[in-house]
T-cell receptor
């Protein structure tokens, strides 16, 4: 069983839609990271959080420690948001989810 | 620009070649990582260097040999690779605190390796 489970694996949305990507993890964590990987391969760290909620522009990340669950929300989605979003559990070492491939259609 | 630079971005090599991947970080971080990303698979940790000391080697075959001459530079030396080693190799760095809290990860753009 993976330490980190993401859903959905693939997601297609119309421009402007509200998007949610979910991440569940096993056991405890020090922190949870959300990464964005563009088609060229480069990875950018979007959020690192250990409780509550963080917001950056149109992106919001939440975490529920009791339920071992985190969500990444994108408001007013745009084609440039098309990427793979990866959830990473940080508990003395990193455990990576398989990623959610998002395509936003104009 | 994330502050982590990888070269080359693309590399094609034969199974008998020797080549190296290079990673440089300008963030003052004390931990650097090599990850392998194969198609449709999660990122796999290969090596961790913390304060220039190798602290983790995730059962990586000896045909991959890391080198960390200082806290800003990390190399991955490649020798007699196999076609299944073709993948995207990503370098990352973080400011690792005592006690295992790893801090935010900063990734390079990756080196896409093809082994013929």
């Amino acid at each position: 069983k993976n330490e980190v489970e993401q859903s959905p694996q693939n997601l297609t949305a119309q421009e402007g839609e509200f998007i949610t990507i979910n991440c569940s993890y096993s056991v405890g964590i020090s922190a949870l990271h959300w990464l964005q990987q563009h088609p060229g391969g480069g990875i950018v760290s979007l959020f690192m959080l250990s409780s509550g909620k963080k917001k950056h522009g149109r992106l919001i990340a939440t975490i529920n420690i009791q339920e071992k669950h985190s969500s990444l929300h994108i408001t007013a989605s745009h084609p440039r948001d098309s990427a793979v979003y990866i959830c990473v559990k940080d508990s003395n070492q990193f455990y990576f989810g398989t990623g959610t491939s998002l395509t936003v259609i104009p | 620009e994330t502050g982590v630079t990888q070269t080359p971005r693309h590399l094609v090599m034969g199974m008998t070649n020797k080549k190296s991947l290079k990673c440089e970080q300008h963030l003052g971080h004390n931990a650097m990582y090599w990850y392998k990303q194969s198609a449709k698979k999660p990122l796999e940790l290969m090596f961790v260097y913390n304060f220039k000391e190798q602290t983790e080697n995730n059962s990586v075959p000896s045909r991959f040999s890391p080198e960390c001459p200082n806290s800003s530079h990390l190399f991955l030396h490649l020798h007699t690779l196999q076609p299944e080693d073709s993948a995207l190799y990503l370098c990352a760095s973080s400011q690792e605190a005592v006690g295992g809290y790893t801090g935010e990860l900063f990734f390079g753009e990756g080196s896409r390796l093809t082994v013929l």
